[in-house]
């Protein structure tokens, strides 16, 4: 006869690590060749990542006011149940279960297992029936976390997001190094406008945009997080903050250390940049990539089973 409820289990630390364990994924080592390709400069790739993080920015405000004011779990669904009617939530919730999650979800694990196996077969490629395996290896044993138990899955994100954080650092820290010493060849002639094609630019924007996806994620478990009204707002404002900060000098890294040229020709611009930049540490960057990406799809399963 007791009401079904779930459990306030999920911190301002567990949101924090939510939200940036599920926007720093496969994005910001796969989207920069797509933002480059697309703004046709440095200068303009570098703007174009920025005013994705503002806009972020806004839409996660948005979320922290909505999920401040309508108390249940369930993100987008929720929201357009709630203002527009059932028909079309509905219709969103059909779109989001066979087309716009599955595809999201098979990129990251895509990235999670190329990246895996990056070291094992460098230089060469690895095999693309081995990367799926590895896929769906991956993708299982988070779904089968989630369904063990929701403690376990938050506390492994919250170590995971360390481990993005820690990726990050790996790629800024070299890259600023070599920029204070006078590294700036790359950075010449930044904002040429010869290259700027402006119907392409939308595709910078939406590669951009994939790349900060995630920061609505603390609307998926609004039943769940302690004090929302105070943890939601601290959680977004600090993690898409921190997410802008890290792609920014992320990026300026990649074209100090590669140029536009190398990013455009790579497959995998991380792996690239550590080939290029240290060599000592070309096993140890493609897993935590890895991770990270393991990371984002933990996030996903962990906030979308609450649709």
């Not at 697309?38 to 909505?66: P, R």
């Not at 460098?122 to 779904?143: F, H, I, N, T």
């Not at 899955?153 to 954080?165: F, G, P």
């Not at 910078?204 to 603390?218: D, R």
Request: charged residues 10%; hydrophobic residues 50%.
């Amino acid at each position: 006869e007791e009401a079904v409820f779930l459990r306030k289990k999920i911190t301002l630390l567990r949101a924090f690590s939510l939200l940036i364990g599920s926007m720093v994924g496969s994005g910001i080592f796969i989207s920069p060749k797509g933002v480059l390709k697309n703004s046709g400069s440095v200068g303009f790739s570098l703007v174009v990542w920025f005013t994705c993080g503002i806009l972020s920015m806004f839409g996660a405000l948005c979320y922290a006011e909505l999920g401040t004011r309508i108390t249940k779990s369930g993100g987008h669904y929720i929201y357009i149940l709630e203002t527009l009617g059932p028909l079309p939530s509905f219709l969103f919730l059909w779109a989001e279960f066979f087309a716009i999650r599955p595809a999201n979800s098979a990129v990251v694990s895509l990235a999670f297992g190329r990246y895996m196996l990056e070291p094992f077969f460098a230089p060469c490629a690895a095999p693309v029936p081995a990367v799926k395996l590895v896929s769906l290896l991956g993708y299982y044993m988070v779904l089968t976390l989630n369904s063990w138990s929701v403690t376990w899955s938050a506390r492994l994100q919250t170590a995971l997001s360390v481990i993005k954080l820690l990726a990050l650092a790996l790629i800024i820290v070299p890259g600023m190094m070599l920029l204070a010493k006078g590294h700036t060849e790359n950075f010449q002639d930044a904002f040429d406008r010869q290259s700027l094609v402006l119907d392409k630019l939308p595709l910078a924007f939406y590669a951009g945009m994939f790349a900060y996806s995630g920061w609505f994620q603390t609307s998926f478990v609004r039943e769940e997080l302690v004090r929302p009204e105070r943890n939601i707002p601290l959680a977004v404002i600090v993690s898409v903050i921190t997410v802008i900060v890290g792609y920014m000098l992320t990026n300026i890294s990649y074209y100090t250390v590669l140029g536009t040229q190398d990013v455009l020709a790579s497959p995998a611009v991380a792996a690239s940049f550590v080939q290029r930049a240290f060599k000592s540490l070309i096993s140890v960057v493609p897993v935590l990539v890895a991770l990270s990406c393991f990371g984002t799809m933990n996030g996903g399963i962990l906030t979308f089973s609450r649709s």
